[in-house]
Nanobody
Framework: QVQLVESGGGLVQAGGSLRLSCAAS????????MGWYRQAPGKQRELVAA???????NYADSVKGRFTVSRDNAKNTVYLQMNSLKPEDTAVYYC??????????WGQGTQVTVSS
């Protein structure tokens, strides 16, 4: 199986920045895509940003121009650089991995809180 370890969440004031990291470990898998979802209280989990193995990125409209997703294939790690944070970005952020065999893995989630 695959284990995802997330880091970088925390408390930040509006307009500030955070950088999330997610490292995948395990054996016998190939990454088709990695990315980030988030879930705020009372809301459904939504895609924030993702990057495929071919380098194609996808962003939620609400974060375009503010967030950047990147990857380090050698480390099986995906990053989410979050700039110009807004209170509405407050949520639990979950790392997501999809393997080439279409198996989905989730991280445990990391809290991001943006104060006004």
């Amino acid at each position: 199986q695959v284990q995802l370890v997330e880091s970088g969440g925390g408390l930040v004031q509006a307009g500030g920045s955070l950088r999330l990291s997610c490292a995948a470990s395990g054996r016998g898998f190939s990454i088709a895509a990695m990315g980030w979802y988030r879930q705020a209280p009372g809301k459904q989990r939504e895609l924030v940003a993702a990057v495929t193995g071919g380098g194609i990125t996808n962003y939620a409209d609400s974060v375009k121009g503010r967030f950047t997703v990147s990857r380090d294939n050698a480390k099986n790690t995906v990053y989410l650089q979050m700039n110009s944070l807004k209170p509405e970005d407050t949520a639990v952020y979950y790392c997501n991995l999809r393997t080439s065999r279409f198996v989905i893995y989730w991280g445990q989630g990391t809290q991001v809180t943006v104060s006004s």
